[in-house]
């Protein structure tokens, strides 16, 4: 079974420092899609970067980048200059390839000091 | 704008009552799916649907039924509702695929009492 590990529970970071989430997962498939999801406190999940496994080049979505180490099964994400709009739970899933649909992590709540 | 609609956000049930949770999207998207969404727990898949006619069933779909008689339109029945049905639900849809991936509905929060 497809599964998404995130083992940071709450994280916290100086305003305009930078930040790394933690994500791994485990799948039997060699083509697959990963995602990080923000959930501010209005509850909208609202997508923040996505990597194609098959592309070894890192995705970047302005101050977001990934560190993808697909044997490694890793997907970190990066927030540079922390803003105090960042301040949500983060996400990450993967996309189940049998059928489509998104297999998610726990969460991590992401704390902004000001 | 265009994306996802979700209705109602709030709503109150008794034990027992039935119920329907609306979600139209106005992307022309293929792909719909309900998750739902329990604290200290990432979302968790009921229904989807790859197509219009075309429905199945995901990780917990057990008290849920739904049907796809339009692209626009993937409703969520709750067919009695029971206290572990609290939760928030969630409306999601994609193009074929979903790698790009998925547009997200702003939730129903569901209480049953």
């Known amino acids: 079974a497809q599964t998404v590990t995130q083992s940071q529970p709450e994280m916290s970071v100086q305003e305009a420092e930078t930040v790394t989430l933690s994500c791994t997962y485990d799948?039997?498939?060699?083509?697959?899609?990963l995602f990080w999801y923000k959930q501010p406190p209005s509850r909208q999940m609202i997508l923040v970067i996505r990597?194609?496994?098959?592309k070894q080049q890192n995705a970047t979505e302005n101050r977001f980048s990934v560190n993808f180490q697909k044997a490694a099964k890793s997907f970190s994400l990066k927030i540079s200059d922390s803003q105090l709009g960042d301040a949500a739970m983060y996400f990450c899933a993967s996309l189940l390839g049998s059928n489509y649909q998104l297999i998610w992590g726990a969460g991590t709540k992401l704390i902004i000091k000001p | 704008n265009a994306g996802v609609t979700q209705t109602p956000k709030f709503q109150v049930l008794k034990t027992g009552q039935s119920m329907t949770l609306q979600c139209a999207q106005d992307m022309n998207h293929e792909y719909m799916s309900w998750y739902r969404q329990d604290p200290g727990m990432g979302l968790r898949l009921i229904h989807y649907s790859v197509g219009a006619g075309i429905t199945d069933q995901g990780e917990v779909p057990n008290g849920y039924n739904v049907s796809r008689s339009t692209t626009e339109d993937f409703p969520l029945r709750l067919l009695s509702a029971a206290p572990s049905q609290t939760s928030v639900y969630f409306c999601?849809?994609?193009?074929?695929?979903?790698?790009?991936?998925?547009?997200f509905g702003s939730g129903t929060r569901l209480t049953v009492v």
């Open positions: 990597q194609e496994a098959y």
């Open positions: 999601a849809s994609s193009k074929p695929g979903g790698g790009d991936g998925y547009t």
């Open positions: 799948t039997s498939e060699s083509d697959y899609y």
